[in-house]
Each structure stands twice: as C-alpha cells, then as structure tokens.
Nanobody, 123 residues
Framework: QVKLVESGGGLVQAGGSLRLSCVGSGRTFATFDMGWFRQAPGKEREFVASSSWTGAITDYTDSVKGRFTISRDNAKNTVYLQMNDLKPVDTAIYYC????????????????WGQGTQVTVSS
C-alpha cells in the first residue's frame, strides 16, 4: 500500500514557476515508477510526465517539454515536478500516480493516486 500526498500548488502569473512535490508512504516507494497528471476544468485527465523507479528514464507530454522537469529523491520518498515558464493553459489540478509499470502509468491506470494540488496560472 502506498499513500501519495501532493503539495506545492498555488496561484502564479504567466511566466512564473512552481515546484510540486509528491510524498509517498511505505518502504516500497523506490520500487514504483511515478507520474504526474493533470485535469483542467471540463477536460479529461492527461499525462504530464513520468519517471522510472531509478529516475534514469523520464518522459513528458509534448506541451511541457523544455518547461517541466520530473525528478525524484527515493531517500525522501518524494517525486517532484519543477514547472517553469508557466502558461494559463497549464491551469489544472495536478495529481501524482504510482505503478510498477510505466506503460500502465502513462495510460492513467496507475495503482495509486494522490488527492491532487491546484495550479492556477493567471495571464
């Protein structure tokens, strides 16, 4: 069992930055691939970024490449999403997810999910 808790969301102006954190409970956190997803009002939840359990392999949706960076610190049971050059279209609730298989994770079918953190980008 893994419990995930996100934090770091907030209100920021366009062009600004935020760093989201997702802290996982349990001794097996380091064995899970991790992902970030987001859901904007009236839209479906979409994949944002993923990290393999070692952090060596990362992937991003095209719209955030070059602006967002996923990283993890397994000693702290934490995965981060550094978001730079934020745009109003990035406004959404951001969720982290954990699964032992990245393909499953990327499909939005991760085994574990956090409760989400709101990111609002003003123009």
């Amino acid at each position: 069992q893994v419990k995930l808790v996100e934090s770091g969301g907030g209100l920021v102006q366009a062009g600004g930055s935020l760093r989201l954190s997702c802290v996982g409970s349990g001794r097996t956190f380091a064995t899970f691939d991790m992902g970030w997803f987001r859901q904007a009002p009236g839209k479906e939840r979409e994949f944002v970024a993923s990290s393999s359990w070692t952090g060596a392999i990362t992937d991003y949706t095209d719209s955030v490449k070059g602006r967002f960076t996923i990283s993890r610190d397994n000693a702290k049971n934490t995965v981060y999403l550094q978001m730079n050059d934020l745009k109003p279209v990035d406004t959404a609730i951001y969720y982290c997810s954990a699964d032992r298989a990245t393909p499953t994770l990327r499909l939005g079918k991760g085994q574990y999910w956090g409760q989400g953190t709101q990111v609002t980008v003003s123009s």
